[in-house]
């Protein structure tokens, strides 16, 4: 069965640095989604990517942020300079062909660590 | 904007009773979906159930049916026969019929399923 997946699965990185976080979705989905949950807190919606460009963000997608869809098969996510802040589970996710409703499959997340 | 409600950080059922997770959530949308996502311990999450909100029928799948209740806006899910392997984290989740497919989730709660 097809499956959303994320690497790393843990990434340690110093307060400033950058990070790239990567996903490979579905292969045949076209709408691609990030999100990140803090430590003890709820997931929440970072920015969703369709027709290579972004069509939502949220308040906490900042100009530290950027999504990619490089080479057709790989979605990733930017952080610039990263904060402690930063610190959360970020959670891809990809959904087929549009229209009012499509499942949102989930990879198993990356646990990014800023110290 | 949406908002959705876990009140229960922690639940526990013995093995083949029978378990109730509360959710509920607001909006001033009258179309929308409603989610009850599983998250077993270092995996992704699966999608147990959904709902339309313009369905009065409240969804079934196996041993996991939900009770909507849109006036009160409440969506809880109920497990009948429960299995070890239901042991993980659920978090109910909104999104919106139209715009963005973004999906607002709650804080999640925590079921273990006793031997």
């Known amino acids: 069965e097809p499956e959303v997946t994320q690497t790393p699965s843990h990434q340690v990185t110093q307060m400033g640095q950058e990070v790239i976080l990567r996903c490979v979705p579905i292969s045949n989905h076209l709408y691609f989604y990030w999100y990140r949950q803090i430590l003890g807190?709820?997931?929440e919606f970072l920015v969703s990517f369709y027709n290579n460009e972004i069509s939502e963000k949220s308040e906490i997608f900042d100009d530290q942020f950027s999504v990619e869809r490089p080479d057709g098969s790989n979605f990733t996510l930017k952080i610039r300079?990263?904060?402690?802040?930063?610190?959360?589970?970020?959670?891809c996710a990809s959904s087929g062909a549009g229209g009012s409703y499509n499942e949102q499959f989930f990879g198993p997340g990356t646990r990014l660590t800023v110290l | 904007?949406?908002?959705v409600t876990q009140s229960q950080?922690?639940?526990s059922v013995q093995e083949a009773e029978t378990v109730t997770l509360s959710c509920t959530y607001d909006t001033s949308e009258n179309n929308y979906y409603l989610f009850w996502y599983k998250q077993p311990p270092s995996r992704q999450m699966i999608l147990v159930i959904r709902q339309e909100a313009y369905k009065q029928q409240n969804a079934t799948e196996n041993r996991f049916s939900v009770n909507f209740q849109k006036a009160a806006k409440s969506f809880s899910l109920k497990i009948?026969?429960?299995?070890l392997g239901d042991t993980a984290m659920y978090f109910c989740a909104f999104m919106n019929h139209a715009g963005a497919n973004n999906l607002f989730f709650g804080t999640g709660t925590r079921l273990t399923v006793i031997p």
């Open chain 1, 81 to 91: 300079s990263t904060k402690l802040e930063d610190s959360a589970m970020y959670f």
């Open chain 2, 1 to 3: 904007a949406q908002t």
């Open chain 1, 41 to 43: 807190q709820k997931v």
């Open chain 2, 80 to 83: 009948s026969d429960s299995q």
């Open chain 2, 9 to 11: 950080p922690e639940m």
